[in-house]
Nanobody
């Protein structure tokens, strides 16, 4: 079992930056999991944003602006978001699974989600 808790969301102006954190706890070994960030805007599906296990993966719309990283000693995964745009506004979710995949059903554990709002 893995429990995931996101933090670091909030309101930011377009062009600004935020860093999301996802702290993992539980009996499982954090380093063995693939970690990912998804996001869900109102009325839309939950979409893959970025993932990390041995390599990093990004959806095209955030590539070059967002950076995913992990600190296995702290059981934490991060999402550094730069050059934010209003279309980045969504609830962001942290997820853990065996491999990085872009479909949400591939992940076994989810955080509760955190709001990110980018004003124009």
């Amino acid at each position: 079992q893995v429990q995931l808790v996101e933090s670091g969301g909030g309101l930011v102006q377009a062009g600004g930056s935020l860093r999301l954190s996802c702290a993992a706890s539980g009996r499982s070994t954090f380093r063995s999991y693939a970690m990912a960030w998804f996001r869900q805007a109102p009325g839309k599906e939950r979409d893959f944003v970025a993932g990390i296990k041995w390599s990093t993966y990004y959806t095209d719309s955030v590539n070059g602006r967002f950076t995913i990283s992990r600190d296995n000693a702290k059981n934490t995964v991060y999402l550094q978001m730069n050059s934010l745009k209003p279309e980045d506004t969504a609830v962001y979710y942290c997820a853990a699974g065996n491999f990085v995949q872009t479909t949400s059903d591939a992940y076994d554990y989810w955080g509760q989600g955190i709001q990110v709002t980018v004003s124009s």
